[in-house]
């Protein structure tokens, strides 16, 4: 079964940093890549980043909203994937969710499967 | 940045009712156009992919169409498990974007 199992998440303050894991398995982990997606509290969903499997060089690119902030990484050899958070602001109070995507182009195609989120909550 | 919009942003529909959402994009995106599920509480489900593909393990109640900048997701026969948000997310450049959602509630 292919699962991916977000871990991290937790009460933080202003400035601070955090960082997200993704555990994978049930599928080649390497061939794919990996995309965090984001959830405000009641609102909806908010692409992230995403970082592109090896194949396809292993960059990454990022939603305006967070570049220069957050970093994504990855451990094939782990089946993990990282969002590394610094400078957090209130605003990025949210359900981060690890997903997985396939590379084309410059972009990822669709978004399947996804965790089941963890909660990050930047508060004072 | 491509701006995807929906529409209803809500609507209340009856079990067996035919249900339609549509999905618009800023520009063209041919068919990189992806549709969700998303019931309180859970994570986003995959339904519809590359516009019209019905993804494994979903009913075939649900169906996609569209192609350029227009896109409409159908629900032929509203069940119960229906009633949830539904989001589009195209695919077509970077930085990828997501619909603001249509909730399907209970009439």
């Known amino acids: 079964e292919v699962q991916l199992v977000e871990s991290g998440g937790g009460l933080v303050q202003p400035g601070r940093s955090l960082r997200l894991s993704c555990t994978a398995s049930?599928?080649?982990?390497?061939?794919?890549?990996m995309s965090w997606v984001r959830q405000a509290p009641g609102k909806g969903l908010e692409w992230v980043g995403f970082?592109?499997?090896?194949?396809?060089?292993?960059?990454?690119e990022y939603a305006a909203s967070v570049k220069g902030r957050f970093t994504i990484s990855r451990d094939d050899s782990k089946s993990i994937a990282y969002l590394q958070m610094n400078s957090l602001k209130t605003e990025d109070t949210a359900v981060y969710y690890c997903?997985?995507?396939?590379?084309?182009?410059?972009?990822?195609?669709?978004?399947?499967?996804w965790g089941q989120g963890t909660l990050v909550t930047v508060s004072s | 940045d491509i701006q995807m919009t929906q529409s209803p942003s809500s609507l209340s529909a009856s079990v067996g009712d035919r249900v339609t959402i549509t999905c618009r994009a800023s520009?063209?995106?041919?068919?990189?156009l992806n549709w969700y599920q998303q019931k309180p509480g859970k994570a986003p489900k995959l339904l519809i992919y590359?516009?019209?593909s019905l993804q494994s393990g979903v009913p075939s109640r649900f169906s996609g169409s569209g192609s350029g900048t227009d896109f409409t997701l159908t629900i032929s026969s509203l069940q119960p498990e229906d009633f949830a948000t539904y989001y589009c997310?195209?695919?077509?450049?970077?930085?990828?974007?997501f619909g603001p959602g249509t909730k399907v509630d209970i009439k």
């Open positions: 590359a516009a019209s």
């Open positions: 520009q063209s995106i041919s068919s990189y």
């Open positions: 997903t997985r995507g396939i590379d084309y182009g410059d972009s990822v195609n669709w978004f399947d499967p």
């Open positions: 049930g599928f080649t982990f390497g061939d794919y890549a």
């Open positions: 997310q195209q695919s077509y450049s970077t930085p990828v974007t």
């Open positions: 970082i592109r499997s090896k194949a396809y060089g292993g960059t990454t």
